[in-house]
């Protein structure tokens, strides 16, 4: 359990401990820093910590987001401070500092109003606020309220509707600790409350405006609101979040969990896979119709750990691969049911989940290498950013990218009224354009800027491109070399690369030695693409042209091999594969840094298994179903090691709890 210090003397008739206990808290009461002190250090340290000043009055969701947010270290509002484990070593010095009297004197942590504002104005003596020079024009006492209206800057004071002069926010021993932690280098976290009231009224006037304050708010609409996400598509945002919230809201009144919404998701997705596997007209319907259930419980998930704020980085992973698992499966299960009809489509289920994977690879690199680029002068950008300061613009380029709500509801709809062929034909051309608009304006972007890409950028982008121990026992040895190369070097190398291997596979006798020269060929040229830093202005492009190059590989051999059922294998080695790049995105965006190197070195890297996948079919073309049973042997080899070690680790990760709130996949 949580431990909260309320300081200061109790306030008779105050919800605010039944509020504290509510949201998991065990109260304890200190009258002064010096006992609030002596508490806080009796608190087992794996706990997390809140000082709450006893005269708070605000929502109960104030509280929350401030208090109970798994993702921040520390965290405040006016009144109200947090501090997670690792937090807490930074916490217990700052308030001893304040104890023995800081640089404000020895009273700074001892009386609850004395000290600075939250502005940072000293005060006198007296109570009055003073400027560097002398004291301010319409200094007034420090017992006037402040009450927070949304972010913590900015707020309208509670008094302020009543004529009064606007009041600063009182010098509570929680905001002097905000304010210490903040100097001491700890990121403190303050929640956007938009509606929502947290104050600190310091007498009986101010304290009921600021309860009728509270009283004129719906908290519960607040609420449901801030559970949608902040951006996201058209078809989302107007066909489904408008209701999900309430799903959202019911699973949490019943104690349902986020992981275990996705999971629902999930098993819902499978099930219409199943059923579109049928082959029925039937089927179909119910395929399409299960598909956009998952789909709002896809999103419900995300809206129940919004408005509980249950965010965990394994939720995050769950949620972003069992959507990729939903779709290829259900991809699967349309390219089944046309099998049942004689129609062989397993080609294109196959093209579209290559063409969707390598979308998201582009878009991973494109945010890895500019995670925290400096210098972005392009007028590319300035331009999106003038678009987007139009609403009709907006809402029409997040259709353009056919994010998962308008890719899933259009593959629902289909799949009801027409036949699997249609689906992926609709689905290829949607998905391709896209892949073209979102590129060309990042290439734009790219080529327009002046920046400097960071270590950091670097090593994602060398862990994205996944490179192996043939590649990498390259790149060693031209490593010097590949300094001396121009800027583009890397991006025209991997590209040539991919372009043998792949036209190679498409063009070349299967059973003679071409292929497999092709293949030799690429391993070469992926340890050159990434024997240096990828820094330059292009080179996030490098993993997504060898992502490229290896699945359209296996596609294109696999397609020409005409070896019965190899397709569907080809199919699976695909999916295990690209199974290994999310998980790889998901710890890069957890902060826990790519899989282990053991990992790669035993699933190959892309340019081991693009060698072994031409091997196996110059080898095995001829024998019967060996090239199919082969592709399968290998689909599962490398599913089973990625998959223990991705649960492995997701299970037991500490990485700190993330949630992403960033485009719709």
């Not at 799903?247 to 499978?270: D, E, F, K, M, Y």
């Not at 089944?336 to 489509?345: H, K, P, Q």
Request: overall charge positive; some cysteine.
């Amino acid at each position: 359990m949580s431990t909260a210090i309320l300081t200061g003397p109790p306030v008779p008739g105050s919800p605010l401990e039944g509020d504290l206990r509510s949201l998991g808290f065990d109260v304890r009461s200190a009258a002064d820093a010096p006992q609030a002190a002596a508490l806080l250090a009796a608190v087992p340290a794996a706990e997390r910590v809140a000082v709450v000043d006893s005269r708070f009055v605000g929502h109960l969701h104030a509280l929350r987001l401030t208090l109970t947010d798994p993702r921040f270290p520390a965290a405040a509002a006016p009144g109200a401070l947090t501090a997670r484990p690792e937090a807490r070593p930074d916490l217990q010095r700052a308030l001893a500092t304040l104890t023995a009297g800081g640089p404000d004197g020895p009273a700074a942590g001892l009386s609850p109003d004395a000290g600075v504002t939250a502005t940072g104005s000293p005060q006198d003596p007296a109570g009055r606020v003073t400027a560097p020079g002398g004291t301010a024009p319409g200094a007034r006492p420090a017992t006037e309220v402040a009450t927070t209206t949304g972010p913590a800057t900015g707020a309208a004071p509670a008094g302020a509707a009543a004529g009064r002069p606007a009041a600063a926010p009182p010098r509570t021993l929680p905001d002097r600790l905000a304010e210490a932690l903040g100097a001491g280098g700890v990121t403190v976290h303050r929640p956007e409350l938009g509606s929502l009231v947290a104050a600190v009224p310091t007498d009986p006037q101010t304290r009921k405006e600021t309860r009728d304050a509270v009283e004129a708010v719906d908290e519960e609409a607040v609420r449901l609101r801030s559970a949608v996400k902040s951006r996201d598509g058209f078809f989302t945002t107007f066909f489904v979040s408008p209701y999900s919230r309430y799903l959202a809201r019911w699973c949490a009144r019943r104690g349902l969990t986020p992981n275990q919404v996705t999971t629902a998701s999930l098993l819902t997705a499978l099930v219409a896979a199943g059923c579109a596997a049928t082959g029925t007209r039937g089927g179909f319907v119910a395929a399409g119709l299960l598909l956009l259930f998952s789909f709002v419980l896809d999103c419900a998930d995300g809206q129940l750990a919004r408005y509980s704020l249950q965010y965990s980085t394994m939720g995050a992973w769950l949620d972003a691969t069992f959507d990729r698992a939903k779709e290829y499966a259900y991809y699967a299960g349309l390219a089944l049911g046309a099998a049942r009809g004689g129609d062989d489509v397993w080609a294109l289920a196959l093209g579209a989940m290559v063409l969707q994977t390598c979308r998201h690879v582009v878009d991973f690199s494109f945010n890895e290498a500019n995670h925290d680029a400096t210098g972005n002068t392009s007028p590319t950008a300035a331009l999106s950013d003038k678009l987007d300061s139009r609403g009709w613009t907006v809402w029409a380029r997040r259709m353009i990218v056919l994010p998962i709500g308008e890719r899933w509801a259009m593959i629902a709809v289909l799949t009801a009224l027409t036949t699997p062929r249609t689906v992926f034909y609709a689905l290829l051309a949607g998905c391709a354009f896209a892949a073209c608009y979102t590129t060309a304006g990042r290439l734009l972007r790219s080529l327009t800027r002046r920046a400097h890409r960071t270590d950091r950028a670097a090593l994602a982008l060398a862990d994205l491109a996944d490179t192996g121990p043939l590649a990498q026992a390259v790149a060693a040895v031209s490593r010097r070399a590949a300094r001396a190369l121009p800027a583009a070097a890397p991006l025209l190398i991997a590209l040539a690369g991919a372009a043998a291997v792949v036209t190679t596979a498409a063009l070349a006798r299967l059973d003679g030695p071409w292929p497999t020269v092709a293949a030799l060929g690429s391993v070469l040229t992926s340890g050159l693409a990434v024997a240096r830093p990828l820094k330059g202005a292009l080179d996030w492009l490098v993993p997504p042209v060898l992502r490229a190059a290896e699945y359209l590989t296996v596609l294109v051999l696999a397609a020409r091999s005409d070896v019965p059922h190899a397709l569907p294998a080809a199919f699976g080695l695909v999916a295990a594969v690209a199974y290994h790049h999310y998980d790889t995105v998901y710890r890069i965006r957890g902060g826990t840094g790519a899989p282990p190197a053991w990992l790669v070195r035993t699933v190959g890297g892309q340019e081991g298994r693009t060698l072994v996948v031409a091997v196996l079919t110059a080898v095995l073309l001829t024998r019967g179903d060996a090239l199919t049973l082969a592709l399968t042997a290998l689909a599962v080899a490398v599913a089973l090691v990625v998959l223990v070690e991705s649960v492995r680790f997701w299970v037991s990760s500490g990485a700190p709890a993330v949630h992403d709130e960033g485009e719709p996949a």
